[in-house]
């Protein structure tokens, strides 16, 4: 992808906006653009540099995610929202030729490497609260006050960040989180999971020498590691708005990422901000487990989308026949009864059930966090409570007394005590 019409190739200590910003170290990439992290050297901070492919296709998804972010920006109060917030952008021409860029404020690590780095198990239940807290104050900026429908929620485009004032603590301030694990931990040798962790350490520990030499001649401090984050208050902030749309100019019909999709979008049935509100239930309830809430695969004589409706209706419980054969590809799955035409017997494991069952929840922490989140997987679009109706839910605010210990087991939960740059 490094040829005419794809990525910039980049090198540490690269100049970009007439020497305004100096590239650091790659943050991640996407099949649009790569981000590197960059030291902005009018405003002394580090920033979040979005390089995007040069073809005329992804110069246009850009120009739009810009009008996207900059009204997200306009707001005055936009800092606090929970949604990332856009800087600058300008254009850089290079080999591969010109390049839409876009300065975003430094986030740390997604939610899906919280999940990872929690080994597929969980998150404590407190902490999945506060998370579920800051997606839901971003949604609700983004739905009631933008009318904007992100259309591509997941814990891969939520990102952790520190709330530390620089004020009150300047050393720790510059901290942005990113997940690693102990010296020592709980980790079982030679696994997979540990030789790829052992890569990612070692990189990092070179990206931060890295960051080392060039600190002297940009004169700012770079941001840097802490062993522990205990007693931080670490929040998280919705990122990637290439997908988004205004409720009332939509292009796209077929929206989001398979596993966090709405019934509505594989029905062609219309949609709106609810379908938001469905990817949140899924991802909280993965955060909590660790586990995607459905992971649907084609099988012998069905396709992914059938077994998709098939997994819901399992969780959920059937769906009803109107929205069944509401929408434009009812006829593809469901029969004029409202039954799935190739998928006849469903195996109900209603959500409470599942989490004492096979997530070893306990009796009254499965049942509040099903009544928090059943309603949001509504099959009516319309019966699904808004973001601001979520954040008045009782069970934001409830407290697990237990915290040292996660559904009964011991707590393997270090991601967040751990965080480090
Ligand atoms: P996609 O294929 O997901 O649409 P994309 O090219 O639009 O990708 P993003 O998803 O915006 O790119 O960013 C790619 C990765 O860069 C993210 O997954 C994340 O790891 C990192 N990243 C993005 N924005 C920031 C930020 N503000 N701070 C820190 N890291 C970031
Ligand atoms: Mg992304
Ligand atoms: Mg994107």
Known sequence: SYRKGGYHAVRIGDPFAAGRYIAQRKLGWG?????????????????ALKIQKSAQQFAQAALHEIEILSSIAECEHSNSKCVVRLIDHFKHTGPNGQHICMVLEFLGDSLLRLIRFNRYKGIELNKVREICKCILVGLDYLHRELGIVHTDLKPENILLF????????????????????????????GSTMNIIEKKLKRR?????????????????????????????????????????????????????TRQYRAPEVILRSGYSFSVDMWSFACTAF?????????????????????????????????????????????KDFFDRHGDLKRI??????????????????????????????????????????????????????????????????????????????
Not at 217 to 239: N, Q, T
Not at 241 to 254: L, S, T
């Open 204 to 256: 990092a520990r070179r990206a931060v020498a890295n960051i080392s030499v060039r600190r002297a001649s940009m004169g700012g401090e770079a941001p840097k590691s802490a062993r522990c984050l205990d007693g931080i208050d670490v929040r998280c902030k919705v990122v990637d708005f290439g997908n988004a749309c205004w409720a009332d100019k939509q292009f796209a019909e077929e929206i989001q």
């Open 31 to 47: 099949q649009f653009s790569t981000v590197w992290l960059a030291y902005d050297t009018q405003s002394s901070k580090y920033v």
């Open 344 to 421: 006849r017997r469903l195996k109900f494991w209603p959500l409470d059930r599942l989490l004492v069952d096979k997530y070893k929840f306990s009796e009254s922490d499965a049942h509040e966090f099903a009544e928090f989140l059943c309603p949001i997987l509504d099959f009516s679009p319309e019966k699904r409570p808004t973001a601001q109706q979520c954040l008045q839910h009782p069970w934001l605010s409830l407290s697990s007394s237990d915290q040292n210990e996660m559904h009964g087991q011991p707590n393997v939960d270090v991601g967040m005590s751990n965080l480090q740059i």
């Open 162 to 189: 520190s709330t530390i004032d620089p004020a009150k603590d300047p050393v720790r301030s510059g901290l942005t989180p990113i997940l690693e694990r102990p010296e020592g931990g709980t980790l079982n040798g």
């Open 286 to 330: 993965e955060l909590a487990t660790g586990d995607m809430m459905f992971a649907p695969k084609s099988g012998q004589g069905f396709s992914d989308d059938e077994d998709h409706l098939a997994l819901m209706m399992e969780l959920l419980g059937k769906m009803p026949r109107k929205i069944a054969i509401g929408g434009a590809r009812s």
